[in-house]
């Protein structure tokens, strides 16, 4: 990866963190615009900076956009398992349950001590079976 790219992610990182998200945002779309030009990227870190952006746009409450970047971020790198727990996070506000529960499942089986979405698979299975039991 060029070095260029290379503190453009790193910058992006340093942003999102400090939560300063519209900087991070953009810096995260020029590294993958960038990532997508050169072909040079690690696919690690390009999955990230998918996921992170999408966290972006999660927070956001832009969903669908949150969704799309987290399935690149698993076409990218299908072995992290954030993005799945990420994207099983909107489906499960969305109240696609079934959808979601599949996305937490995924995560575990990549990282089993993942207690997050241990959590949300847990709170999923009880949603869903609330709204049965209310006939929706």
Do not use: W
């Not at 696609?96 to 996305?103: E, L, W």
Request: with cysteine.
């Amino acid at each position: 990866m060029a070095e260029g790219s290379s503190q453009i992610l790193e910058r992006a990182h340093s942003e999102f963190k400090k939560h300063n998200f519209r900087d991070a945002e953009e810096l995260y779309s020029t590294f993958i615009s960038s990532c997508l030009q050169s072909r040079g990227c690690e696919a690690s870190d390009l999955a990230t900076a998918y996921n992170n952006r999408g966290q972006i746009k999660y927070l956001r409450v832009d969903f669908c956009d949150a969704m799309e970047d987290c399935a690149s971020a698993i076409q990218t790198d299908s072995r992290f398992e954030t993005p799945f727990y990420n994207r099983g996070l909107i489906r499960y506000r969305l109240g696609f349950f079934d959808d979601a529960k599949v996305d937490f499942q995924r995560a575990l089986k990549l990282n089993p001590d993942f207690e997050d979405a241990k959590v949300s698979l847990k709170q999923t299975i009880l949603d869903q079976q609330h709204k049965t039991n209310r006939g929706y």
